[in-house]
């Protein structure tokens, strides 16, 4: 009888904290930085509870029509056929942009080119370019290090850097970020695109051109916040309409200095104020 | 009496679980064999092209018909020109529907999207050297285009492809040749760096040292079957990696030879077991008679002890190809994984069992690149099936002679 009331006990306590949840659901990319500010928001705020899941971005938005999330988050815009579907549903959203990313182009630090147009890295991991004299650089063969097809950050490259192009088959693919960095330290003539935050004395990053080589740019913090670096993307949170009492306070903290400051620390681009 | 009873009670409970143990394995063997299969062939026969999407071109262009790799080509910026693939000599145009604000304001698409079937429509009907690629939902009744014709994912096509590019758009490319090549290739390089060595190391463990160097020996062999492969692979990838770039004076270490060493440290422990195992069971007065017969300590073992006990040897080398085979972690991490065809153990690879690690978790369950994702693990499963075949014929034959 006492087991019975205590798991009663814990089914109700189970059920009230389920009520107050609010879930959000998507970008594996944005997955480590929602993490860190929905801690950071529970800690300051008690009695609410956010349930951070990844899956990504395509999932979050799925989610999102299906109503199992509140909030979807996604590294792209979302897409015209899953507008036409939140629309069939019935269902109006809201599109706030949270954070940016940027990505780096890095080399061996041995190699003398430091500078390359959007045209030339499409050649180079297109496989156009297979040696660095092509690029200006030394007789050298080039070797071009991708992250695999799962990952945001491949989406992101093709997508922003080479025009939607298919990466060349004879391109490295590594499994994770810090096998990027490894290899191309080690390695005289690579050359490989990480995440901002990942980049190492060991490594040099590259200046890139949007405009046919006029002006090159180093990625920084601050180009990447004044938007002058090119290879830079939106994060977005969508939610929908009808909930937005119950997650403007997480947005709002979010949006706030001291969720701005989290995006920083956890290697992302803050939004410009 | 009573007792007697229980006692046959619990020994016919103990029989029954028992069996029902070997039952729920061999269920479970054969639902996974099952899923894994019937996942897998849903593959072949479907276009190589998103589900409720169509490839469409203008009525009046004369091509009729292109393999998924031209167009793969004309998507890429390769193929520029209609007359490269039997057309007219203009040059290709490509539109997908993020296009459309090139082509049309929004208010002529609407602001919830009603007038856009007609909006393609009309794109279709002026631009003749246009290819496009659409969800089959804004095709209007009377269509102006005409769709593609696009050939199906076959067996031959799957297995004799050399193209991997599961994620490309608009028509995927779904060819495991360099896949298998590259399995191939980094199993047998690591069953050739581990045979001698283990099969060396069990002879001396077994025939030669005494007790005391053995107990120190094994316990350090079983050790380095413990690790976990991502520090095998983590412990290539940063020492032997670089190593094998500067040995060979290679542009680029991460190559199938480094994931054939890694594999043959990790196949070591089995062979080194197993085989001394088998050394161990020739029985120690075959051992002695010939001996007495004057043959020497090494006479001994090459011509009485090894042929005695090549069935467990060969059971050993088994055991070992298929856990190099079945290795993810270590691989994918060394090997670069480049899906091209490889020709000599100096080049990237990629093998099966990245890339299904690789890929599975974010594709999208039910479509295309899932469905390839399985197949090729019916490919691994086939390839081990048939080197437990050989083994056991060989095994069989030897036994009968």
């Given at each position: 009888m006492k087991r019975l009331i205590s798991l009663t006990a814990f089914a109700i306590a189970c059920f009230a904290f389920t009520a107050a949840t609010v879930k959000i659901k998507g970008s594996d990319t944005l997955l480590p930085l929602a993490q860190k500010w929905a801690e950071t928001f529970m800690k300051t705020k008690s009695g609410t509870s956010i349930n951070v899941t990844g899956g990504g971005s395509g999932v979050g938005i799925a989610a999102l029509i299906d109503g199992t999330t509140d909030i979807a988050t996604a590294s792209r815009k979302i897409k015209m056929d899953e507008k036409l579907k939140l629309q069939e549903a019935g269902k109006t959203y809201k599109e706030i942009v949270v954070a940016m990313d940027a990505l780096s182009v890095i080399v061996n630090p041995?190699?003398?080119?430091s500078k390359l147009t959007r045209e030339q890295l499409e050649g180079i991991f297109t496989g156009k370019?297979?040696?660095?004299k092509q690029v200006g650089g030394a007789d050298l063969k080039i070797v071009a290090y991708s992250r695999e097809s799962s990952s945001g950050t491949f989406e992101f490259f093709k997508e922003?850097?080479?025009?939607?192009k298919n990466f060349a088959s004879s391109c490295l693919m590594m499994p994770a970020t810090g096998a990027v960095v490894q290899s191309v330290s080690q390695t005289k003539g690579a050359i490989g695109y990480v995440g901002?935050?990942?980049?190492?004395?060991k490594v040099k990053d590259i200046s890139v051109s949007y405009d046919q080589g006029k002006t090159f740019i180093a990625p920084s913090l601050q180009t990447a916040i004044n938007k002058t670096y090119p290879i830079v993307r939106p994060l977005y949170f969508y939610y929908l309409t009808k909930v937005e009492t119950q997650v403007k306070p997480f947005i709002n903290f979010v949006l706030s200095a001291e969720g701005q400051k989290i995006v920083t620390a956890v290697g992302y681009v803050p939004l410009q104020k | 009496m009573k007792n007697k009873k229980v006692r046959k009670f619990s020994e016919k409970i103990i029989e029954n679980i028992l069996g029902l143990s070997s039952a729920i394995t061999s269920l479970a063997v054969i639902l996974i064999t099952v899923f894994l299969f019937s996942e897998g062939l849903r593959?072949?026969?479907?276009?190589?092209?998103?589900?409720n999407f169509e490839l469409v071109v203008h009525?009046?262009?004369?091509?009729?018909h292109l393999t998924s790799l031209q167009i793969k080509n004309i998507f890429d910026g390769?193929?520029?020109?209609?007359r490269e693939v039997g057309g007219l000599n203009q040059e290709i145009k490509l539109f997908t529907i993020n296009d459309i604000g090139q082509y049309f304001s929004d208010e002529e698409v609407g602001a919830s999207f009603e007038f856009l079937p007609q909006r393609i429509n009309e794109l279709m009907i002026k631009d003749t050297a246009i290819i496009a690629y659409l969800?089959?939902?804004?095709?209007?009744?009377?269509?102006a285009g005409r769709k593609l014709d696009i050939d199906n994912i076959t067996v031959g096509s799957f297995l004799a492809?050399?193209?991997?590019?599961?994620?490309?758009?608009p028509v995927v490319q779904i060819g495991i040749l360099p896949l298998i090549m590259g399995t191939l290739w980094v199993c047998f390089g690591a069953i050739l760096l581990a045979l001698p060595l283990g099969l060396a190391t069990a002879i001396y463990m077994a025939e030669i040292t005494n007790h005391k160097i053995r107990n120190i020996i094994k316990p350090i062999i079983e050790l380095l079957a413990g690790i976990p492969s991502v520090v095998y692979g983590f412990f290539g990838l940063v020492i032997i990696v670089p190593m094998l770039q500067q040995t060979f004076n290679l542009?680029?270490?991460?190559?199938g030879l480094a994931g054939s060493i890694i594999l043959a440290i990790m196949v070591l422990p089995t062979i080194i077991t197993i085989a001394e195992d088998a050394i161990r069971t020739t029985p120690n007065s075959i051992r002695e008679a010939s001996l007495a017969l004057g043959a020497t300590q090494w006479q001994t073992i090459r011509r009485v002890v090894l042929p005695n006990s090549i069935l467990g040897i060969t059971a050993a080398v088994v055991l070992g190809i298929g856990r190099a085979f079945g290795e993810t972690m270590a691989v994918l991490m060394v090997?670069?994984?480049?899906?091209v065809m490889p020709n000599s153990l100096l080049q990237p690879m990629r093998t099966i069992t990245a890339t299904i690690a690789a890929e599975l978790?974010?594709?999208?369950?039910?479509g295309l690149h899932y469905k390839s994702l399985f197949a090729l693990g019916c490919v691994l499963f086939i390839i081990t099936l048939i080197t437990n075949t050989i083994v056991e014929w060989v095994t069989r034959r030897k036994k009968l002679s």
């Open positions: 041995k190699n003398t080119v370019y297979t040696n660095w922003k850097v080479m025009s939607k901002f935050a990942y980049t190492n004395s | 593959l072949f026969g479907e276009q190589p092209i998103e589900k009525k009046c262009n004369t091509v009729k390769k193929i520029i020109n209609w969800p089959t939902k804004y095709l209007v009744k009377d269509f492809g050399k193209e991997w590019f599961p994620t490309a758009e542009p680029v270490g991460e190559i090997t670069g994984n480049a899906a978790g974010e594709a999208p369950q039910g």
